[in-house]
């Protein structure tokens, strides 16, 4: 048995947390264990739940592996992944599902898949697989080119509902990108060529869309003050990513092609209304969109780079220093990374410190910050948007009790651990 002695955890106060097996026994004082941990002035929170990551396996693992992904998820403090569908094959029918789960044997943290829609899937055997959820979603093409019409986005939602699990949209409406700014020359102009009124009619249609058939969506990677307050009044919940939260246009000149994204960097106002609303509460979740590329992929111009940035090792650790900043408080960065996903996806032993829950925690030391870089990072990528920012990353990850992390040691856990989430499991 595991015990952390003195934890800090996220509402303020010290507590000692036992671990029993996968599980945590007890939250208490003066608890005994066979291996005490010393937490003193050290923070304990539960592990983050990464909603939204592309681990590129099948079809491209120069770009990233289920063992290179998950080695950054468990170094950045994520204990839980969500794989997304545009793969190659996509995730689409039964037998690409099991193909994309035969290859999570590496995983060092708990992972769920993500099934797609295209206009030939097969809902059928999809929905008989141990889903996550539906999506992402597409209302417009991105990275895969799996955009889909109106018509299939109601039977997608149908189908999804039927089958008890959240459909998550990717929204943007093609119909007002700006041809106009097409080739032009510079980083911004691709934020300019989907504009955010793309996104804000995309989330309208959207949540219309479930209000009319009481389906239940989550929107990815909301990018606009205007689309978070319009899926928080119609009751759909809604994600930030970190590169969303932190960088705008601003950055555009410095990034290049590296900042490339979809939904694209917005202007600096939008970035802080985007800001001041994951602050308030109005947004539930921060999810990384973990999507890397090659540098040789990024090292062009903005139309012929890929989209993407990675982002999963550093998200938790760029919200700590935000805590540090006085901007957030803990409790805040639990319920973002951790208490929202459980509960907006029902992963009711996740995503909390209390007696009976999954030990999936994460141990930081608030004093030992550093800069963000690249090439310090454990994915198969060297490079990151947030390069030369502030961080506070882990120095224990454990998940289900074992821990995959501790630093500066990478080789903590080796082989299978991470196990299967989804509707089928838990």
Request: charged letters at 25%.
């Amino acid at each position: 048995m595991h015990v952390f002695r003195n934890a800090g955890l996220p509402n303020g106060r010290e507590r000692d947390v036992a671990i029993d097996g996968a599980q945590i026994a007890a939250v208490g004082s003066d608890l005994s264990g066979e291996t005490v941990i010393d937490a003193s002035g050290k923070w304990l929170f539960p592990g983050m739940i990464d909603v939204h990551v592309h681990f590129r396996e099948p079809g491209f693992s120069e770009k990233e592996t289920w063992a290179t992904g998950s080695r950054a998820a468990a170094s950045g403090g994520v204990t839980t992944v969500v794989d997304q569908p545009n793969t190659d094959p996509p995730t689409v029918d039964g037998a690409s599902f099991d193909q994309k789960a035969q290859l999570t044997d590496p995983s060092l943290v708990d992972w769920g898949i993500n099934g797609g829609v295209t206009p030939d899937w097969d809902p059928k055997s999809l929905f008989e697989r141990s889903l996550f959820a539906l999506g992402e979603v597409f209302l417009a093409d991105s990275t895969g080119d799996m955009g889909i019409e109106e018509p299939l986005f109601e039977t997608a939602l149908n189908r999804a509902d039927q089958a008890g699990v959240v459909t998550t949209v990717h929204a943007e409406n093609a119909d007002y990108f700006d041809q106009e700014v097409a080739e032009s020359d510079g980083p911004a102009a691709w934020s300019a060529y989907r504009p955010a009124q793309a996104e804000a009619v995309a989330i309208e249609q959207a949540v219309e869309t479930a209000t009319e058939l009481d389906a239940d969506i989550h929107i990815a990677h909301t990018s606009t003050p205007e689309g978070i307050d319009q899926a928080a009044t119609a009751g759909a919940t809604t994600e930030v990513t970190p590169h969303h939260l932190f960088l705008s246009t601003e950055n555009s000149d410095e990034l290049g092609t590296f900042g490339r994204m979809n939904p694209p960097l917005r202007d600096e106002d939008r970035r802080l209304g985007v800001y001041d609303r994951v602050a308030d509460g109005t947004v539930d979740v921060i999810a990384t969109d973990h999507a890397p590329h090659t540098r040789e992929e990024k090292d062009t111009d903005i139309w012929s780079a890929p989209s993407g940035v990675p982002g999963v090792e550093t998200a938790l650790p760029l919200l700590l220093g935000e805590v540090l900043a006085g901007q957030f408080d803990r409790e805040r960065v639990r319920d973002l990374t951790a208490r929202n996903p459980a509960r907006i996806f029902g992963l009711s032993q996740k995503g909390r410190i209390e007696a009976g829950a999954d030990a999936d925690l994460v141990l930081v030391d608030p004093e030992a910050t550093r800069e963000i870089r690249g090439t310090d990072l454990h994915g198969k990528t060297d490079w990151t948007p947030f390069e030369g920012m502030t961080g506070v990353f882990p120095e224990l990850t454990m998940v289900r009790g074992e821990i995959v992390w501790e630093s500066p040691d990478p080789t903590t856990a080796e082989g299978r651990f991470g196990e299967p989430v989804g509707k089928n499991v838990r």
